[in-house]
């Protein structure tokens, strides 16, 4: 819950201020709290309740930080999976965690667990909205 307001006091005390910078450009506070709040409308609609678990097996980029605030303004448990895993490594977290869901980019080692959903990134992270919807 900590996160989710310090991103809504920052995102009405910093709206244009940057909170993320992306390659070459930047995302604002405003920027983010709406993406955020977009990805949790998502997640909610997907079925995504306080205390369900959503495994993380995303590289480190503006769209997993936005997964984790989205989870924190629902109540959702982030299971974060380590990029570095084998598919293996990966079955065991994911059997051991039981999570409601996965995202995962495509770069990324498709496991053999299944889960009830699963969403897979492409390259082009920036449309996670729609990815998840």
């Known amino acids: 819950m900590i996160y989710s307001h ?3 006091r920052a995102a009405r005390s910093y709206p244009e201020r940057p909170a993320l910078y992306v390659g070459g450009g930047r995302q604002t506070f405003r920027e983010l709290h709406d ?5 949790a409308a998502a997640l909610t609609g997907r079925g995504f309740n306080a205390g369900d678990r959503l495994a993380l097996l995303l590289p480190n980029s503006p769209e ?4 984790v605030y989205a ?3 629902l ?3 982030v299971v974060p999976i380590n990029t570095r895993l084998s598919v293996v490594e990966i079955d065991h ?3 051991d965690a039981s999570p409601r869901g996965l995202v ?3 770069s990324l080692p498709a496991p053999t667990v299944r889960v009830p959903w699963e ?3 492409s390259a082009s992270l920036r449309s996670v909205r729609s990815a998840v919807a």
């Open 6 to 8: 310090s991103m809504d």
């Open 71 to 73: 989870c924190s303004r």
């Open 75 to 77: 109540g959702v448990i």
């Open 119 to 121: 969403r897979v990134l």
């Open 35 to 39: 993406r955020v709040m977009s990805l």
């Open 64 to 67: 997993y930080l936005e997964f």
């Open 104 to 106: 995962r980019h495509s």
């Open 93 to 95: 977290v994911l059997a």
